[in-house]
């Protein structure tokens, strides 16, 4: 093993944990991890170094087609940190916080990274809502966003999850796009169950025909074609907690365990080939 690959190797057993690799297998992953965090540093570094990410509120303007990096949280309850409050494995992790609001607008916190230029890349996360709580209409987790020439964040592919009256929560794919919006449903809806920690990995292949798969806890729920694709060339993962109303509230979302790569995750944190 050269040095390159031993210190990707070891990143990723850092950011999923020892238990995932065993050492007699040395994982050689060459390239393929692109950005990852573990949030074991007890800040946002692993996001925002190099100025390649930040948090920024968003403030719900659906007439614009770009995040306004020039909000910040309107209130101390509106948040995004790290915290020893929960955790996928390690001692931290990302907690958003949005006590909801009422003006019919799906505001609240987000954190970014920028990857930059790619054509087909997998983002994976883990991610827990301690409580049920009724959603209305749904609360935003992801966006898949990209960055033009002139640094502005565009909108992209959106993952949401919708409350059930049962408890739990079903996720969605939602697009800005009025010719997409909410992709239907699987026969089977994706279930995510409050208390427990549920890994979300997404491939789009943005730029090469706008491809879009979404795994839940290591099974394929959703393989959509003809996707709008990224609007941007440099490409930006987003993790949000933006919504409209929330009952109880506020709402805390916990989030660990984040990567983005040339090759798809799972759950068990070992690198598999595309298909």
Not at 9 to 18: M, P
Not at 110 to 134: C, Q, T
Not at 236 to 252: K, M, Q, R, W, Y
């Amino acid at each position: 093993m050269n040095r390159a690959s031993r210190c990707l190797a070891l990143a990723l057993v850092s950011v999923f944990g020892a238990s995932a690799i065993g050492c007699s297998e040395p994982l050689l992953i060459g390239d393929d991890v692109l950005w990852s965090a573990d949030h074991e540093t007890r800040d946002l570094a692993e996001w925002t170094t190099l100025g390649e990410g930040q948090t920024v509120f968003n403030s719900g303007d659906a007439s614009s087609n770009a995040l306004d990096l020039s909000l910040e949280a309107p209130a101390a309850d509106v948040s995004v940190g790290v915290t020893s409050e929960a955790a996928h494995r390690g001692s931290r992790a990302l907690k958003l916080t949005n006590p909801g609001n009422t003006d019919m607008r799906e505001a609240g916190m987000e954190i970014f990274r920028v990857i930059g230029p790619a054509n087909d890349v997998f983002y994976s996360a883990w991610f827990m809502l301690p409580n049920n709580v009724e959603l209305s209409p749904a609360l935003t987790i992801v966006r898949l966003r990209s960055r033009d020439s002139e640094g502005a964040v565009l909108n992209g592919e959106e993952l949401q999850l919708r409350s059930l009256p049962t408890g739990g929560y079903v996720l969605q794919v939602f697009n800005n796009n009025s010719a997409f919006l909410r992709a239907p449903l699987p026969e089977v809806p994706p279930h995510l169950t409050a208390g427990r920690w549920s890994q979300i990995e997404a491939r789009y292949e943005s730029q090469v025909g706008g491809r879009l798969r979404v795994w839940l806890d290591g099974k394929l729920v959703y393989d959509l074609n003809g996707r709008p694709g990224a609007a941007g060339n440099d490409l930006v993962f987003s993790i949000c907690n933006t919504g409209e109303h929330f009952e109880p509230a506020p709402l805390d979302l916990f989030v660990d365990d984040v990567a983005v790569s040339l090759s798809r995750v799972g759950p068990s944190g070992v690198l598999h080939a595309p298909d």
